[in-house]
């Protein structure tokens, strides 16, 4: 609807067309989920609410065939999330949406894109947000490869109002939080919709709570779900599947749980049910960062022999040791994955793929054995042996850990080298930046010399690398290094930070191996991350079409040395044209430019300048740079520039003369009419206009401020 004022100035509106939220009334089918994390010591709560029968079923229910997409997830920030974030596995964002896409690699490229653009026009419809999408997600390690990124921004409340369409909010339990009063102190700061498979939808709420976790005497720490959400009595929906409660603190020890029906999981990870009989006053758990006497347990796969023939008799033994100073107990051992691997050769004859040992105490071992008749040879020389699991706890039963053995190489028919590595640390619990020495320890089961031996450690900041000549067969060798831990994650498994390369020469070929050592777990609660500060800014927010915008960056890292590679990512709107400056443009990209660099020094400043021409008329969304900082190698953290926005109104200018022709000393009215096209005001437009010299203004001026049309 356009809405005509005629005065000196004439203005144009183009309202916006609201849209309409349908939600569905019958009663849906769905799980709910009160979730707590809590990470060196601040608490983030989350309502998911999860089934295939939600009222946002209804507008999705396209998704349901789609054959490529294997994931979708839509989130919304209210701010940039906290690094945190990282640790505990909730996404880090920048203001406003992001919206990711996974897909099957191996599809039909012309479907996956066409299926994606639904997906795209689909949340389009529904929520108030307009994507763009993120072309330099190929570009980011393990990550990108699978799957798109496209980058909104958004009005919080907007979106938040037409969320609440769709939350089940006549269905009681968990949903009794979803009030808007329970969060007058504490207003939702994330809203997440994840799709999977197109058929299962999960609709996730989180926010800070107005308290964080409450010291106790002893060093002990209070997680509450009444303090992170607020309530006074919890209940169970009665339609609901099940109501459910989780706990995640990550590299702390657990030492009291009031949670009904719970179970615990690795790493700090306590589950528990609701009863629907029952009125919950309070459910938390206590805790402490403390290091307290833990169970160790350090494991060991091997195989004698290591030639496997036809018809042989193989034993399998998978040896724990408890290197700690308590019992570790149910320890659970599990060769199935390792088993697996050879079940289409060999066939079980003696023992058992797993097994349960109540206790080992400190300092004692056990062993799970199991022998294989080998009854075929695949054709080929070498055989990778699978890592087994073995998950145990403490003597509260409240600390579960998992850990997982070594991989090693057999010969089919074929002698080889068989190297057996074992890694140790000499602490396990660490502050952020401090050092333990670890030791690697490798022997050579096999038959014949491991050349050319290599052991690397990916450490946060970088990967350290140690090498050896030869490993003979029964010869074992030490390699020592030291380990600093920056808490970019929270425990970290130095089987998964240590790999052992070698060479293996048989009958004149060689052959390089890569094994995985045994798990050993190290705890850092607390972190030391990066802290990157980005000032962005445009010359100009207005501009007309042909006019050129300047974009100016400037970066500095106030924590953290020895940074390696810094690289920025921008990505360009339509119609906007890369003029030049600091930026180069991706060749197979053209419109994602980059900047690699490195700090000259700690705490020092980089500036960089980017110049845009503006092609059309429309409001272009400069979507933040994406910051890449190399280290860390063990996790990659993205930090975010701010996004920009620049506007070339469209606007109709005509004048009206009062009459078409006049003679010397008459008078000539002048109208001057401007029409505002978009959909927003704008303020402050300078008017000026000119007149012949032979003419001369009698009223009214040539130069006006209109302060908003």
Partial sequence: MIRKITATLILFMLLMVSFQTLPVKSNPTYTETLKLYVTELDAYAELELKGTNLPINKPLSNFKGLSTILKTSLWVAKTETPLNFYKIGLPYLPEGAILEIQ????????????????????????????????????????????????????????????????????????????????????RFSMLGIEVYEGKEIAMRLIHLPPKTTIKTVGGEYLASIKEAFGYQNLTVSPVADYSKIEFYVPSSIVEEVVVPNYQVEPFSKIVGFLDKANVYTDIFIKFTYLPKPQPALSVVKYT?????????EVKIIV??????????????????????????????????????????????????????????????????????????????????????????????????????????????????????????????????????????????????????????????????????????????DLGDLVSVEYINKVYGVSQLFKVRPSSALINIPFSSFPEIKVSRVVDKSFVNVGDMVTVKEEISVTKFSELGLITLYQTIPQN??????????????????YKEFNLPRMNGKVTFESRFKVLDFGTYVLPPTVILVEPPSTLNIIFYGKTLTIKSPKLVVSKILGKDAIIQDESLSVTLQISNLEDYSLKNLKIKDSIPKEFKVLSGKLESLIKEI
């Fill in 103 to 186: 897909y099957q690699q191996d599809a039909d490229k012309v479907s996956i894109f066409r299926e994606a653009n639904l997906v795209v026009k689909t949340f389009q419809e529904i929520f108030p947000v307009h994507f763009q999408k993120l072309d330099f997600t190929d570009y980011l390690e393990n990550f990108g490869k699978d799957r798109f990124l496209y980058y909104s921004t958004i009005d919080f409340d907007s979106f938040l109002k037409v969320y609440s369409e769709y939350i089940p909010k006549e269905n009681g339990g968990f949903l009794d939080l979803y009030d808007q009063n329970v969060y007058k102190n504490s």
């Fill in 304 to 312: 004698d022999p290591t030639n496997w023939k036809l018809g042989d």
């Fill in 319 to 492: 040896q724990i040791s408890n290197q700690g100073i308590e019992d570790a107990t149910n320890v659970q051992v599990d060769d199935k994955e390792g088993f697996k691997a050879i079940s289409e050769m060999a066939t079980l004859i003696e023992g058992s793929i797993n097994q349960t040992f109540s206790k080992i105490p400190p300092g004692s071992s056990a062993s799970l054995i199991y022998t294989v008749k080998i009854t075929k040879i695949p054709e080929k020389n070498f055989l990778e042996l699978k890592p087994a699991t073995i998950q145990y706890s403490d003597c509260s039963g409240l600390n579960v850990y998992r850990i997982y053995s070594n991989s090693f190489i057999v010969g089919l028919n074929t002698p080889t080298a068989s190297l057996i590595p074992v890694v140790w640390p000499e602490r396990f619990y660490l502050e952020p930046e401090s050092e333990t020495p670890i030791s690697v320890y490798i022997i050579n089961i096999g038959d014949e010399p491991a050349t050319s031996v290599k052991v690397n450690l990916k450490t946060d900041k970088k990967i350290f690398s140690k090498e050896i000549e030869t490993i003979e067969p029964g010869e074992w060798v030490n390699f020592k290094f030291n380990f600093t831990g920056y808490g970019f994650r929270s425990v970290y």
């Fill in 576 to 593: 906007l044209k890369y003029l030049g400056g600091d930026y180069e443009v991706k060749p197979e990209k053209s419109t994602v430019l």
